[in-house]
């Protein structure tokens, strides 16, 4: 919680009237009147209440200002099966091509592409949805993922 709390305040010089303010600001850009928001009756009181209660508050950065919602107890089983389910198909996808020929040379070389198409393709997707160029997406992710998947292999082999 106090750890949230310091990333939350970042900014020690930034108050948090002036915090509350602009999100209500941009809660008021997107359907209420931006001028019923600016007068300090109406945002005055809610800066009060917050600031009595540092439960609340954090509660309220954390999801207006960060976008971050407090997870749904009635949703841990469907997100460990996502998870688990996502982490089992991403390890398959190297390791099919070793069930697919003899020589583990081939099969690593296939591995490797197999493996880098894979990490490219879901980059773009990933930019795509998240709103960044999907082609910097596609190429930073497959960057990323072939510098870890060369560490794991290299330490594979020192260990071995």
């Known amino acids: 919680m ?3 709390a310091r990333k939350l305040d970042p900014d020690p010089g930034l108050t948090r009237e002036f915090q509350v303010l602009a999100i209500l ?8 009147s931006l001028s019923d928001f600016l007068r300090a009756p109406t945002w005055r009181p809610i800066v009060e ?14 999801r207006f200002e960060l976008g971050l919602e407090r997870p749904d107890p009635k949703r841990a089983l469907t997100s460990a099966v996502t998870i688990g389910g996502a982490y089992a198909a991403g390890g398959f996808v190297p390791l099919a091509p070793y069930m697919f020929t003899r020589d583990t040379t081939t099969a690593l070389f296939w591995s490797i592409g197999v493996t880098l198409l894979t990490l490219f393709v879901f980059g773009f997707i990933k930019g795509r949805y998240t709103g960044t160029r999907p082609m910097r997406s596609a190429l930073q992710t497959a960057l990323i993922g072939s510098a870890a998947a060369g560490a794991a292999f ?3 082999r020192l260990i071995s």
Do not use: E
């Not at 600001?25 to 209420?32: D, F, K, R, W």
């Not at 917050?50 to 309220?60: A, E, G, H, T, V």
């Open 2 to 4: 106090r750890k949230a």
């Open 25 to 32: 600001i941009l809660l008021a850009l997107a359907g209420a």
């Open 49 to 62: 209440a917050l600031r009595k209660q540092p439960k609340k508050w954090i509660d309220f950065m954390m």
């Open 154 to 156: 290299l330490l594979a």
